[in-house]
């Protein structure tokens, strides 16, 4: 319904910053007002102007936004003011020298990248009090800005906000995305309108929320849902030779090795393979590694014939129900490569590899094409 287009916003800030930004407009006026009033002297008629109320909402609510940085500040506030003058100077009609004010202040700021709301209500201000005189720009204009950005910056900067708000920033060369800096700045380049949130918080957040959303699908996605259903596996008493063709003829690099009711008793892969034939001697490899898989035909030998003597007895496994998000730590910071997954009776039913979960990545947006 077109009459929702009137209704505000929510807010998305807590108690707690809405508290700070009151406490930081209050005490910025304060100091700027009581010093000012030490500096006035009896000739003086103004020495506080109402738009600094409208300049401190900007520097301590949203101290992020580029209309509250304090080249805005001082000199949205200052220049503007000097067009209300000019035009008082030059234009005898009240009325059209505020419009003729407000609309210079406007060119200034825009040329010179200060624009500044308040700076506006500065050009009108001086059109209403007929301030002809260039001390009104410099006092109280310009000092009221200067002291209140001060403010401003100890006060953001001791409650835990960047201030200044650094505007022009280095563009990363990568960054896992679905979009990049440059498709940023082509979209606000069509958008063709001013924000009033600084373009790398904007991308910040857009970044954020594109996190958010990748955990977010990332959690409601299970092992089911991604793993590798069907699983060679071998048994425990499996000849290595035999273990070692199913992994060839499959291109697999890890066997989960089970009991006759499919429950996990350990695993075997190719680093099991290639450690016992000891794969940091470069010379005589191959002849090690055939040595090993090999049958010895005899009854008794001391080198290991089955899978049992091979594989890892402490397997890592995780439940079908096991939401995908929670495998991160165990593919990224524990070197995990295959894990089995299991049912409710403990009995084997898929297995997860690198190569299931980077494409569970993909697909929820985690990973750049």
């Not at 900007?58 to 509250?68: K, N, Q, R």
């Not at 996190?211 to 089911?224: I, P």
Request: glycine share 6%.
């Amino acid at each position: 319904m077109w009459l929702k287009s009137f209704l505000p916003a929510p807010l998305a800030v807590d108690s707690s910053e809405r508290w700070r930004a009151i406490v930081g407009a209050m005490l910025g006026i304060a100091i700027t007002a009581f010093l000012c009033r030490l500096c006035a002297d009896s000739l003086t008629a103004a020495w506080l102007i109402a738009p600094l109320g409208a300049s401190a909402v900007l520097v301590f609510a949203v101290p992020a936004s580029p209309l509250a940085q304090p080249w805005s500040v001082v000199g949205g506030n200052t220049i503007s003011a000097l067009m209300g003058v000019l035009c008082v100077q030059f234009i005898d009609d009240p009325a059209l020298a505020a419009g003729v004010a407000v609309a210079a202040a406007l060119v200034v700021m825009f040329a010179l990248r200060c624009l500044h709301p308040p700076g506006g209500a500065a050009a009108l201000l001086a059109v209403l009090t007929h301030a002809s005189s260039l001390d009104f720009v410099l006092f109280p204009v310009l000092v009221n800005s200067v002291l209140l950005v001060l403010v401003g910056i100890v006060y953001n900067s001791a409650t835990g906000r960047r201030y200044p708000h650094r505007q022009l920033i280095e563009r990363p060369v990568a960054r896992t995305s679905r979009f990049s800096s440059a498709d940023l700045d082509e979209v606000l380049k069509r958008y063709n309108q001013v924000l009033d949130v600084s373009r790398d918080e904007l991308e910040n957040i857009l970044h954020m929320a594109e996190m958010n959303a990748m955990e977010r699908r990332m959690s409601e996605l299970r092992c089911e849902d991604i793993m590798t259903r069907k699983v060679f596996t071998v048994e425990y008493g499996t000849d290595l030779q035999d273990a070692w063709a199913l992994m060839r003829r499959h291109r697999v690099k890890a066997l989960p090795v089970v009991d006759r009711q499919q429950r996990i008793i350990g695993i075997i892969s190719l680093a099991d393979f290639m450690r016992h034939a000891d794969v940091d001697r470069s010379d005589g490899m191959r002849e090690r590694l055939n040595l090993l898989i090999k049958r010895s035909g005899t009854t008794h030998t001391a080198k290991p014939e089955a899978v049992g003597q091979l594989m890892c007895s402490k397997v890592r496994v995780v439940s079908a129900n096991r939401s995908v998000g929670e495998l991160m730590p165990i593919f990224s910071e524990h070197g995990h490569h295959h894990i089995p997954v299991i049912c409710d009776d403990n009995r084997l039913v898929g297995i997860i590899t690198q190569s299931d979960f980077v494409r569970a990545l993909y697909r929820s947006g985690g990973v750049q094409h």
